[in-house]
């Protein structure tokens, strides 16, 4: 019974913290998506308007409709990740596919001579990104899994390591996770697994040395991650006269991130006591945030349109699970106890993104078709982790702030309409959030579609291509092994519109 009981126990439990720069970055930064049309552009529409996820750029956009109008969109991702561990280079490929975008805007129209021509209000609800990806790295390496126990295990007293007398080991792992944190659990768990071992039997003993010997070890890391940031957006906006609108958006933000690893090593010496270890681990984050917008866009003239927008920092407010599991040839005989069903619980903390400008410029060639520009600046070092009062997060604030820098984003888009047919394409380009890109490369991205008109609906078709490098490391802490990943992303959007 006692063993069953385990997994609700931890439910009261709570961990130091460990949230990180990943963390941050993670719910900082958004993927291309959106409607169909907009992919198909780039994105570029702050100075456009007249498409629901134009709403994420520019909330004066919806004042820019004619019609009231629904649409919905579908895309099919396709994850393509080159990864290279040492000399090795892995290939992993994988496809998802989702709904990406629902909305619609109700346009009124003034019936008086007040120079307030319309109004219009807008819902919307958009994938901001998408999580599920995976990678495959596998290769030689000098740098074992001891040496993260060892970085853990240095300065921890011995005696709460062991089990105690009558103590199931499921039990010794939740209660050292809650009582002494994180850096005792873990090396508590490389102890178990007959990984390292004290220098002194002792209990007192604080140092600690690894049964792994080699000069160099053979790893297998696979990574997947699942999930996904969704932004549901309230959008209000007006048209002043016939060159001026006005918008503001309120956005409530939901959050739901797994990431499983799985770790395999081997290859050690002939001599080595250990010859196999494998650690993995999972990790569970949920919850919501929240941000605002505000926004412009004036006609200069028939031909040219500007635009200005504010998009307000976002307050996320999170919890993190997570779960372990570990074993080598040395490990104690129950330590399959210690698994996917045992959880830990850390206290819910906060996150909150930096603000960002856009400007935008746009030249509308009459009927037959635009050419859209967007510029935006955001400046990461102002992430914060908080509460900021927390000692753990002090520390990491001040290495995002010394880490990170200004980003500047450009995107570009086009179409060209032939009657019924628009023929649409688009370019982006991001900087990297780091100060120095060898960490994170900068984004570049371009995209292409195709759109028929009805008359009283719509149907596009979007093709989008992003391409990145990565430095993505193989643990938050303990040990800096990376592996550098070229990410390819490449959506394939389907929209349907409806005006009424």
Not at 294 to 317: D, E, F, M, V
């Amino acid at each position: 019974m006692k063993r069953i009981l385990t997994f609700i126990m931890v439910l009261a439990c709570t961990l130091a913290s460990a949230q990180t720069i990943d963390d941050v970055l993670r719910y900082s930064t958004e993927n291309l998506q959106g409607t169909a049309r907009f992919q198909a552009m780039g994105g570029a529409f702050g100075a456009l308007g007249g498409d629901l996820s134009a709403l994420n750029v520019n909330p004066a956009g919806s004042a820019v409709f004619n019609f009231s109008e629904i649409s919905i969109t579908g895309s099919n991702y396709h994850r393509n990740n080159d990864a290279r561990f040492g000399s090795t280079l892995r290939n992993t490929t994988s496809n998802s596919l989702d709904f990406n975008q629902v909305g619609g805007v109700f346009v009124f129209n003034s019936s008086t001579d007040s120079p307030w021509k319309k109004i219009a209000l807008a819902i919307n609800y958009d994938m901001v990104r998408n999580f599920d990806n995976e990678f495959i790295a596998s290769g030689n390496t000098t740098v074992g899994i001891d040496n993260y126990f060892l970085n853990f295990a240095q300065g921890e007293p011995l005696g709460p390591l062991r089990t105690q007398q009558g103590e199931y080991i499921e039990d010794a792992y939740l209660d050292i996770g809650a009582n002494l944190g994180y850096s005792a659990q873990q090396a508590f768990l490389g102890f178990q697994a007959g990984i390292i071992e004290p220098v002194d039997d002792v209990d007192e003993n604080t140092s600690y040395f690894s049964n792994a010997q080699y000069s160099s070890v053979n790893q297998r890391f696979l990574q997947n991650t699942s999930g996904y940031n969704s932004k549901f957006t309230l959008n209000f906006a007006t048209q002043y006269q016939d060159d001026l609108y006005l918008g503001a958006s309120v956005n409530f933000h939901n959050v739901l991130y797994d990431r499983i690893t799985y770790l395999d090593e081997e290859g050690y010496d002939g001599e080595s006591p250990i010859q196999y270890t494998s650690f993995d681990n999972l990790l569970h984050t949920e919850g919501y945030g929240f941000s605002f917008s505000l926004g412009a866009i004036a006609k200069l003239n028939q031909s040219i349109r500007i635009g200005g927008s504010y998009q307000s920092p976002t307050w996320y407010t999170l919890t993190d699970d997570t779960s372990q599991r570990i074993n080598s040839d040395l490990a104690v005989s129950d330590i399959d106890y210690i698994n996917f069903g045992i959880v830990n619980l850390y206290d819910e903390y906060r996150i909150k993104t930096p603000e960002k400008y856009t400007g935008s410029v746009a030249l509308v060639f009459g009927q037959d078709g635009l050419i859209s520009l967007d510029y935006s600046y955001q400046d990461m070092s102002k992430a914060e982790l908080r509460p900021t009062s927390d000692p753990n997060f002090t520390a990491e604030n001040d290495y995002i702030a010394g880490t990170l820098g200004a980003v500047n984003s450009y995107r570009l888009g086009g179409e060209y309409r032939i009657e019924q047919v628009s023929l649409r394409a688009g370019y982006r380009f991001e900087e990297s959030p780091y100060a120095d890109s060898d960490f994170v490369g900068d984004l570049n991205g371009f995209s292409a579609g195709v759109g028929y008109n009805f008359g009283a609906s719509r149907l596009d078709l979007a093709y989008s291509r992003t391409e990145q490098d990565v430095n993505s490391y193989l643990f938050d802490g303990g040990i800096d092994s990376s592996v550098l990943i070229n990410r390819i992303n490449t959506n394939i959007s389907l929209g349907y519109t409806l005006k009424f």
